[in-house]
């Protein structure tokens, strides 16, 4: 115990102890987010990075602030039953709530082509969503920072966009790509790949019955590959559900402390702390 | 500097650290808002602020532009729009860093942290306690049509920072505080309020009878301190009060109402505006209304079946030119609601005044906005115009001050600290969470990107 009662130990402690919650927290907050798979390796570590450092420090003010100073509190029964039941409410539901927490992203190469039936007219590709969840998926690795990608008549275009699939979403809706071109597209035919999977779609205003602006692919789009970064998927699952414990803990004492801090707090305390 | 405020400086308390920490997490809320499109009526308050940016004083009637008119309309948030513009182009004559446009997004941005700020102070004083200033600051923020609508140019920020602040130093008023020094920054709000807003008339009346109210209980008690700093209070309240006769007085002399219509201004063909609801259209009158009466959707029906979930679905969710309504968010939003009053008649007391003001001002407004709805409704055969809980964005923090001070009456220690626990989790997982959770899904396709 005489480890504990020597300052710089018990910060180098509390740091630590800082840096894992950090890291929790910014797993459990990163990985929720599809922008967080959609960059690249460098990216993705910048951010964690950054994140990780901004909670390390917001933790450790907490840890001062608001979790040491009620330590003798926590072993009180009804206290200990408030953190038990907040870290059941807060897991439960960050595990239901979490579409994307849970899912294993998939790197998914794209080809698009265009071939007009008259003249030189371009396709405007003004959206590529997730059928289902309407998620819009980036356009960056086409060669643009926004939509629309335009695809000139005989020319294709290449990208890759980051599929995220749950197994029990897949439950509920299979995987698919939607397509959404400019209003009235340009007769044509429209090529897409996915995976080397291809399919194609005739634009025609004349045809019987005109497919719309928007077309559904969904060939090929199980076949993209997992992100190096997710080396084995039970383990990735493991890590993942490490950070939602650890931050789930972490948060239940911290709104212990916090609701404690707001229901005694009193003016002439404060004062007197202030040495008024 | 003393070596006590030294000491404060270098060891702040928590609740400063965490205003702090939510005014930046407002402000980076408010910006990425700014970068969204479909905040209410951009093109109009885009015209006005580039006509304000013309002239240092009131521009000129455009006879040659449609309905939109100039004069006699409340000026002060485009004026200010328009002075931030002539500066900007001033500093930044060529290749400015952004454009004006989305410079008047982060100056409502700002006009809003504010707001924030001053639900904080309100909550404080009303509550005598800090964190419960913190909590009402960090409900506001979280608010997503209020955040929404900070990311976008409109008068309504402006308007909702004077209600608020106007609010505030009412408090102070009914708290005893320096009677002559809060009546008359609460004065200066409501007029700077009033100038930005027609809609914000009302909330001055409303401000006005509670603090009428006082004036009449107190009368022997208060004290009138006339120092430097009251002095030059009330001679800025002064000013202020000759801009607000300068443009409501002379409407109601000249066009007897308090704004002129188009009609007014322009001729019939110019003033065309929402054609489409039209064809709807009924003449309000009340001995038509009288003999009609069984063919009318009566209005206790209305709000309990239209109306009140309508405002609960546009405070907490987003209804605009692009709309979004998290359904599991705004039911656990309105069951707190529900909370609240369960607390409120719980915990209610005759003698808590400034808390009675507090709901007076919030159910009047309530209901003042509620009959404007109706009797819109009725005028266009419940066509549901124009009915949105932007319009009462003015009242926001007074409701979350309000909410604060009942959830800290709790006597129950575990459920207050519950009620507390989980308010922040419902606020914070429908507001900034729900704006990065669902970013690729939503606000992703709304995106502005330069």
């Not at chain 1, 910060?11 to 102890?17: F, G, P, R």
């Not at chain 1, 926590?74 to 200990?80: A, E, M, R, T």
């Not at chain 1, 698009?112 to 590529?128: M, P, R, T, V, Y």
């Not at chain 1, 966009?161 to 749950?166: H, L, P, R, S």
Request: a positive charge; charged letters at 15%; proline letters at 4%.
């Amino acid at each position: 115990m005489k480890l504990f009662q020597n300052k710089v130990t018990r910060i180098a402690l509390l740091l630590l102890l800082s840096l894992l919650v950090a890291v929790s927290l910014s797993g459990r907050i990163l990985f929720s987010l599809p922008f967080f798979y959609e960059q690249n390796n460098n990216q993705r570590i910048l951010t964690s990075l950054l994140i990780t450092l901004m909670f390390c420090g917001l933790v450790f003010i907490a840890y001062n602030t608001l979790i040491l100073p009620f330590l003798s509190l926590y072993l009180k029964w009804k206290n200990v039953i408030f953190i038990i039941l907040m870290i059941i409410i807060l897991i439960s539901t960050s595990s239901i709530n979490s579409l994307y927490y849970w899912s294993i992203p998939k790197e998914n190469n794209i080809e698009i082509c265009f071939d007009a039936a008259e003249g030189s007219k371009n396709l405007q590709i003004h959206k590529l969503i997730e059928s289902h969840t309407k998620r819009l998926y980036s356009p960056v690795s086409f060669g643009v920072d926004q939509y629309p990608i335009i695809i000139p008549s005989g020319e294709c275009v290449n990208g890759k966009i980051i599929t995220m699939y749950w197994k029990y979403t897949l439950m509920l809706f299979f995987p698919s790509l939607t397509a959404v071109a400019q209003k009235e597209p340009p007769d044509g035919r429209f090529y897409l790949s996915i995976n080397d999977v291809p399919s194609v779609v005739y634009f025609d205003k004349n045809a019987e019955e005109p497919i719309g602006n928007e077309v559904n692919f969904n060939e090929g789009i199980e076949d993209g590959e997992t992100l190096p970064f997710v080396i084995h998927k039970y383990l990735y699952t493991a890590v993942k559900a490490i950070c939602l414990i650890v931050s789930s803990i972490f948060l239940s004492l911290f709104f212990f402390g916090l609701t404690e801090k707001i229901m005694n707090y009193s003016p002439a305390k404060s004062n007197q702390s202030h040495g008024n | 500097m003393t070596a006590l405020k030294l000491k404060k400086f270098n060891n702040p308390p928590l609740h400063k650290i965490l205003l702090g920490l939510i005014l930046i997490y407002f402000v980076i809320f408010g910006v990425v808002m700014a970068y969204t499109n479909g905040q209410p009526d951009q093109s109009p308050h885009q015209y006005y602020s580039e006509r304000f940016t013309q002239t240092w004083g009131i521009p000129e009637e455009d006879m040659s532009v449609g309905s939109r008119i100039v004069t006699g309309q409340p000026y002060l948030y485009y004026w200010l729009n328009g002075a931030i513009a002539k500066i900007y182009q001033f500093v930044f004559p060529h290749n400015p860093p952004i454009r004006v446009v989305m410079l008047w997004r982060l100056f409502s941005v700002f006009l809003s942290s504010f707001t924030v700020y001053y639900c904080y102070k309100a909550a404080k004083k009303l509550t005598n306690n800090p964190y419960g200033g913190i909590l009402a600051a960090f409900f506001l923020s979280n608010t997503l049509m209020f955040v929404f609508v900070s990311g976008g140019n409109s008068y309504d920020n402006l308007m909702n920072l004077a209600g608020m602040a106007a609010i505030y130093h009412l408090i102070n008023v009914y708290k005893q505080e320096d009677f002559v020094k809060h009546t008359a920054l609460t004065g200066i709000w409501v007029i700077i309020g009033s100038l930005a807003k027609k809609q914000c008339l009302l909330l001055t009346l409303i401000i006005f009878l509670a603090w009428l109210v006082f004036v009449i209980r107190n009368f022997k008690n208060i004290e009138l301190r006339f120092n430097k700093v009251n002095i030059l209070i009330i001679l800025l309240f002064v000013g202020f009060l000759i801009l607000f006769l300068g443009l409501y007085g002379v409407n109601i002399i000249r066009y007897s109402r308090t704004t002129p219509s188009c009609n007014q201004i322009k001729p019939p063909e110019k003033c065309g505006a929402f054609d489409y609801r039209w064809e709807y259209f009924q003449r309000f009158n009340l001995n038509l209304i009288w003999f009609q009466r069984d063919d009318i959707i009566n209005p206790v029906r209305y709000a309990f079946e239209y109306w009140l979930f309508q405002m609960a679905e546009s405070t907490w969710g987003i209804l605009s030119h692009n709309t979004f309504i998290p359904m599991l968010s705004i039911g656990l939003h309105t069951i707190l609601v529900i909370w609240w009053f369960g607390c409120l008649t719980r915990y209610w007391k005759w003698k808590d005044t400034a808390v009675n003001m507090l709901l007076f001002i919030l159910f009047s407004y309530c209901i003042y906005v509620f009959f404007w709805n109706y009797i819109t409704e009725v005028k266009f055969s419940f066509q549901h115009y124009g009915v949105t809980g932007r319009y009462l964005s003015p009242i926001y923090g007074t409701l979350f001050t309000l909410m604060v001070y009942y959830f800290l009456k709790i006597k129950h220690v575990f459920i207050k600290r519950l009620t507390i626990t989980l308010s922040i989790m419902i606020y914070f997982s429908g507001g900034f969470w729900m704006y990065l959770s669902r970013y690729s899904e939503i606000f992703y396709h709304w995106r502005i990107f330069k």
